[in-house]
């Protein structure tokens, strides 16, 4: 059984311009002891998915069906209580730009501490010496607990926040965007430290962030989200070295390589819809190179296409020859320049 | 090819502002922002400027621009020292560098329409005759960067565009005086990830259609690579590695450059790794040491370091490197 299942889990968010429906029907799993990638851009529900599965949601959004089971108990339906249980005891959370939500007024070790004697229940004596070690684990000198967040450096910011999550010994830590503010050596070696402490106390790993390469360094499954739903999963070698998707195809190609020549870069046209009022169809097919006709009023559902691979597309069947098409393809839309328009219509979509 | 522009020993300083840290300290102390960066760059030539933040590359930028004033060093733009230039003088320089900054959001008046935000340039400038010709104009502009059909563009407001439109309406901007060298510090860091190949490419065919000169700031060697055939690497005010792009990257020489090269995450998966590793700890501007301003932080650090301070000298294949590891005996007569 896996550790975590979440099994169709929608969320609204309530605006003036009437509700947003942010997370549409995710189904997805993290298997004990592997880390699993959630990416897509901004907008696109993986922080609200995030943040629903241990219900610390904005205020004005609510989380409208589904269920998440840890453990093979639904978080969903504890109460408050008991659901304090779960935050922090066997879910640790990195939340997005973690390092800035330190208290600058108070040592960082003793926010450590106190986070452990208030939800572990553990004495000062007990804390204190497990912060000492904490530091230790995370790869920082235990004599900077004694000190003030403006003294630590962004990298080592985040440390104690990755020190902090796992303080009561969580079987899962969520991450959100852990490196993206980081300076590219600190963040090899943040994600090196994240990556040894998984390894290290076999723990399980949702990481949520933009950089598909970040996932590639540090993940053993990855979950491509789109509009609220996830469109492909896989282990990240598979998706990566062959993407199903069209989506996943077109974000390949839209990034420069380091290493490769500098043959020109795909961009994926158009953007991504609004939620307000999601379309009826595949919600990608307005951008996508491979839409047919029954894309636009038949929403895919996530499938499985082999292998343990899940992919939501009509076409996932004919993957290895859309695949090859891919750059030619999406090029191809780049240069109709539909997209510019707000909104725009269906550019050369339909065959 | 003549060099456009040409930067010697380009230097500012930052008094530090006398609080409590200057009375705890006692002396007087500057921060050096940027200390001594020199370099040439010819007219059509792309140079990528990276480094990690709070190396200089974006106080070097603003230098460029002329948005801050110099202190030390010389700027020479087209044969002419523009480290000085005021008043009207300097009006008539800025016409000649545009730029394209970091944050699209924050680049365009939030009350002015995109009409409006793109006919004051042409103003300031006093570029075109009458208010029609000038329209014209931005309507031109607004085609190139592929914002059409052009009228319905012209009454928006910034917020009812996606980042990527505002990041083209601010090229165009950028565009509309006609400039011979063009600045983006890093223009796509704030986009979305499916929108960014989009507009690299648009700035990539534009520049290279006018024969636009330009400078690319960002942290991305990935994106350096694909926009520049320059590549400066900056490490506390002072660039250690220059070269063609491809054998920067490639073959890094300076150290610091390595560990920089080898922390890149690949989006391959399969592609193996050997990271270089190097402290975290980067040290302040404030505090620079008297040899090389890497020193403390260098896996191969020798005595030498820690007492001179390498000069940026010409190593092989067109590459210059400040660094010791490469003493001038052994390298290619120049």
Redesign the interface.
């Known amino acids: 059984m896996p550790l975590l299942e979440i099994e169709n889990l929608t969320v609204q968010y309530h605006t003036l311009h009437g509700a947003v429906q942010a997370v549409r029907g995710v189904t997805l799993s993290i298997e004990r002891g592997r880390a699993l990638g959630l990416v897509g851009e901004s907008g696109c529900g993986k922080t609200t998915l995030a943040r629903a599965l241990i219900n610390v949601l904005a205020r004005n959004a609510a989380i409208t069906g589904g269920a998440v089971r840890f453990d093979g108990v639904d978080l969903l339906q504890l109460s408050g209580g008991a659901l304090n249980d779960y935050r922090w005891r066997r879910i640790g959370l990195v939340p997005q730009a973690a390092m800035d939500s330190l208290d600058p007024v108070y040592r960082v070790g003793d926010q450590l501490v106190e986070t452990m004697r208030l939800r572990g229940g553990l004495t000062p004596a007990q804390a204190r010496e497990r912060a000492a070690r904490l530091f230790a684990l995370v790869g920082l000198e235990p004599t900077r607990l004694r000190l003030y967040p403006h003294e630590l450096s962004g990298g080592m910011k985040q440390r104690v926040v990755i020190a902090m999550a796992l303080a009561l010994q969580p079987k899962l830590v969520i991450a959100d965007e852990p490196v993206t503010a980081l300076d590219v050596i600190v963040q090899h070696q943040v994600l090196r430290t994240m990556r040894e402490l998984q390894e290290t106390l076999s723990l399980s790993l949702l990481l949520i962030t933009h950089d598909i390469s970040v996932v590639a360094d540090l993940c053993d499954d990855v979950a491509v989200m789109y509009a609220g739903r996830i469109v492909e999963t896989g282990s990240v070698r598979e998706v990566f070295a062959a993407p199903q998707h069209p989506y996943t195809m077109g974000l390949r190609n839209a990034f420069p390589s380091l290493r490769a020549s500098s043959a020109r870069l795909v961009p994926i046209e158009g953007y991504p819809p609004d939620l307000a009022s999601p379309p009826n169809g595949c919600a990608f097919a307005p951008r996508c190179p491979f839409a047919v006709q029954r894309c636009w009023g038949d929403d895919p559902v996530l499938m499985p296409t082999g292998g343990g691979r899940l992919a939501a597309c009509h076409r996932a069947m004919e993957a290895d020859v859309l695949r090859i098409q891919a750059p030619q393809a999406f090029a191809r839309l780049e240069a109709t320049g539909s997209q510019a328009v707000e909104g725009g219509a269906p550019g050369g979509g339909i065959p | 090819m003549s060099q456009l522009l040409e930067v010697t020993d380009l230097r500012k300083e930052y008094p530090l502002q006398s609080g409590m840290l200057s009375a705890v300290m006692g002396a007087r102390r500057v921060v050096h922002a940027v200390n001594g960066v020199s370099f040439a760059l010819e007219e059509g030539g792309s140079l990528g400027l990276a480094g990690?933040?709070g190396c200089g590359k974006t106080t070097t930028a603003k230098l460029i621009l002329r948005l801050l004033r110099p202190s030390g060093g010389s700027i020479r733009f087209a044969g002419r020292d523009v480290a000085g230039l005021e008043g009207l003088d300097l009006l008539a320089y800025r016409r000649q560098v545009q730029f394209v900054f970091q944050n699209p959001y924050e680049a365009l008046n939030p009350r002015f329409t995109i009409l409006r935000s793109l006919l004051e340039p042409l103003i300031i400038h006093d570029i075109g005759r009458s208010l029609t010709e000038r329209v014209e104009r931005v309507a031109m502009a607004l085609d190139r960067v592929?914002?059409?059909?052009v009228e319905?563009f012209f009454p928006?407001y910034p917020h009812?565009?996606?980042g990527?439109?505002l990041q083209?309406v601010v090229i165009a901007r950028a565009l509309l005086v006609d400039p011979l060298l063009l600045v983006a510090d890093e223009p796509v860091s704030m986009l979305?990830?499916?929108?960014?190949?989009?507009v690299?490419?648009l700035m990539r065919d534009l520049s290279r259609e006018r024969k636009l000169t330009t400078i690319y700031i960002s942290?991305?060697?990935?994106?350096i690579?694909?926009?520049c055939s320059v590549a400066a690497v900056m490490y506390l005010g002072t660039i250690c590695e220059i070269g063609p792009t491809?054998e920067v990257?490639e073959h890094p020489r300076h150290p610091y450059t390595q560990?920089?090269?080898?922390?890149?995450?690949?989006?391959?998966?399969?592609?193996p790794r050997r990271?270089v590793?190097?402290a975290?700890?980067?040290p302040t501007p404030f505090q620079l040491p008297v040899g090389c301003p890497f020193a403390d932080r260098c896996p191969q650090v020798m005595e030498v370091c820690r007492r001179v301070r390498p000069a940026l000298l010409p190593e092989a294949a067109g590459v210059h490197v400040a660094c010791h590891l490469y003493p001038a005996g052994t390298r290619e007569a120049h």
């Open positions: 990690e933040s592929h914002l059409t059909p319905t928006k009812q565009l996606s990527g439109q083209r979305d990830v499916s929108i960014r190949a989009g690299l490419n942290h991305d060697l990935a994106l690579r694909y926009m491809a990257i560990a920089l090269v080898s922390a890149v995450p690949d989006p391959d998966p399969a592609q990271p590793e190097i975290d700890t980067v």
